[in-house]
């Protein structure tokens, strides 16, 4: 069994920072793809920021300059970097992994638990 668990998120000023991570356990032989997404109040989800297995280069339009996705593959965590957050962002942010499973080579997509993330005075 493979689960993404999230951390970081909460409420800041514009303008503030915020650091959210998402770590992979379980049953895991190997992670392709890693990322984030979000979904603001009635808006459809969108790509935040991805990394393949070699690079973390992939970054919507909207937060390219502001924000910076990494991952740590000892860990099996990915990480984005919020900076210079704008109300804009406010949104529910979720991160996701095509993780290859270590029992039968098989692979899937998972998704973390989805975290608040609020930008307000």
């Known amino acids: 069994q493979v689960q993404l668990v999230q951390s970081g998120g909460g409420l800041v000023q514009p303008g503030g920072s915020l650091r959210l991570a998402c770590a992979a356990s379980g049953s895991i032989f190997s992670i392709n793809d890693m990322g984030w997404y979000r979904q603001g109040p009635g808006k459809e989800r969108e790509l935040v920021a991805s990394?393949?297995?070699?690079?973390?280069?992939n970054y919507a339009d909207s937060v390219k300059g502001r924000f910076t996705i990494s991952r740590d593959n000892a860990r099996n965590t990915v990480y984005l970097q919020m900076n210079s957050l704008k109300p804009e962002d406010t949104a529910v942010y979720y991160c996701?992994?095509?993780?290859?499973?270590?029992?039968?080579?098989?692979?899937?997509?998972?998704w973390g638990q989805g975290t608040q993330v609020t930008v307000s005075s």
């Open positions: 996701n992994a095509y993780i290859r499973h270590s029992s039968s080579l098989s692979s899937a997509l998972y």
């Open positions: 990394c393949s297995s070699a690079a973390c280069t």
